[in-house]
């Protein structure tokens, strides 16, 4: 059974920093693209950030600089360091894979990605 579970969730306030962690397991995903996507209330399911199996690594634009995603080959994770948080950031993060096998390529829309967390709540009070 292939899971995808995410972690480091929680309440932070404006400027602080965060780690979420995403631990696969039932199927590796070395050679697939991992994605983090967020949701906030009221709101559509928004890319976040994605990377390649390749190493390539690609951010909405009003997360650029501020996050960072990488990814434990060894660990079968992807994490995404956030930092210089802000309320506007405070949502539902989902760990998503997208069977690309070794197709270097990513996408934005929610709906080309195969397997999902449960997600993580993130809170930043002003």
């Known amino acids: 059974q292939v899971q995808l579970i995410e972690s480091g969730g929680g309440l932070v306030q404006a400027g602080g920093s965060l780690r979420l962690s995403c631990a696969a397991s039932?199927?590796?995903?070395?050679?697939?693209?991992m994605g983090w996507f967020r949701q906030a209330p009221g709101k559509e399911r928004e890319f976040v950030a994605a990377?390649?199996?390749?190493?390539?690594?690609y951010y909405t634009d009003s997360v650029k600089v501020r996050f960072t995603i990488s990814r434990d080959r060894a660990k079968n994770t992807v994490n995404l360091r956030m930092d210089n948080l802000k309320p506007e950031d405070t949502a539902v993060y989902y760990c998503?894979?997208?069977?690309?096998?070794?197709?270097?390529?990513?996408?934005?829309?929610?709906?080309?990605?195969?397997?999902w967390g449960q997600g993580t709540q993130v809170t930043v009070s002003s």
């Open positions: 039932g199927r590796t995903f070395s050679r697939d693209t």
């Open positions: 998503a894979a997208d069977q690309t096998n070794g197709g270097n390529y990513y996408h934005t829309n929610p709906n080309e990605y195969d397997f």
């Open positions: 990377t390649t199996w390749s190493g390539g690594r």
